[in-house]
């Protein structure tokens, strides 16, 4: 598609629980990106992919929070045993391939997923 | 490592004022800067970028420059509308390139 899409738009989870974000990136696009949208605006990396593989995962927590980019289906990011500092806006991006700098190209990003712990 | 600063606000003008938001970065080398902006409840839009030194980005009257003597990109309006009242990033590339690195963004808020 012409546009970033994530669902769900809102995902409401108890302490504990498991949380799974949804990614479709534009069509043609190799690179996704996700970025976690904490208080006061700032904006921390979490993990990137080109193609079906990790880029970089040099933001992720990765004792609970996992990622996947799999051929034919939705990015996912999942975060296990939800905790209430997971609570955050939740935003994928994508852009196209570049073959020195990929991020001078532009990042495209989708409308977010809300997820609350409670 | 690479950083961005810009200054926080919130900025509060009224409708035709002159906007500035300043940016300034740390990078090793020159890497193309950015301009992002987040209406309320939605996800960034790319609003404008520069790719080299000296190069102006601008797009629906915002401007930028990127001015590597002062290490700087600061973004500029001559008249804002009610309508831009957003959030604004400034972003750059991290060091290998693997992902964008934000500003804290600063909030404008335009009245009538």
């Known amino acids: 598609g012409e546009e970033v899409a994530q669902t769900p738009k809102h995902l409401v989870r108890g302490e504990g629980q498991k949380a799974k974000l949804y990614c479709a990136p534009i069509?043609?696009?190799?690179?996704v990106f996700w970025y976690q949208q904490v208080l006061k605006n700032e904006f921390k990396f979490l993990i990137s992919?080109?193609?079906?593989?990790?880029?970089?995962e040099t933001g992720m927590p990765k004792e609970r929070f996992s990622a996947k980019c799999l051929p034919n289906s939705p990015c996912s990011l999942e975060i296990q045993a939800t905790k209430l500092e997971d609570s955050a806006v939740y935003f994928c991006?994508?852009?196209?391939?570049?073959?020195?700098?990929?991020?001078?190209?532009?990042?495209?990003f989708g409308p977010g997923t809300r997820l609350t712990v409670t | 490592g690479d950083s961005v600063t810009q200054m926080e606000g919130p900025v509060t003008l009224s409708e035709e004022a002159f906007l500035t938001i300043n940016c300034t970065y740390t990078?090793?080398?020159?890497?193309?800067l950015f301009w992002y902006v987040q209406y309320p409840g939605e996800g960034l839009q790319l609003l404008l970028k520069?790719?080299?030194?000296?190069d102006k980005g601008s797009n629906k009257g915002f401007e930028a420059t990127y001015r590597k003597e002062t290490t700087s990109f600061h973004l500029e309006k001559g008249s804002v509308q009610v309508s831009d009242s957003a959030v604004y990033f400034c972003?750059?590339?991290?060091?290998?390139?693997?992902?964008?690195?934000f500003g804290k963004g600063t909030t404008l808020s335009v009245s009538s």
């Open positions: 991006a994508s852009s196209q391939s570049h073959p020195q700098h990929v991020v001078a190209y532009e990042q495209y």
């Open positions: 069509k043609g696009h190799s690179y």
């Open positions: 992919f080109q193609n079906e593989n990790v880029f970089d």
């Open positions: 990078a090793t080398g020159y890497p193309s």
């Open positions: 520069a790719t080299k030194a000296d």
């Open positions: 972003a750059l590339p991290n060091q290998a390139g693997t992902a964008l690195i």
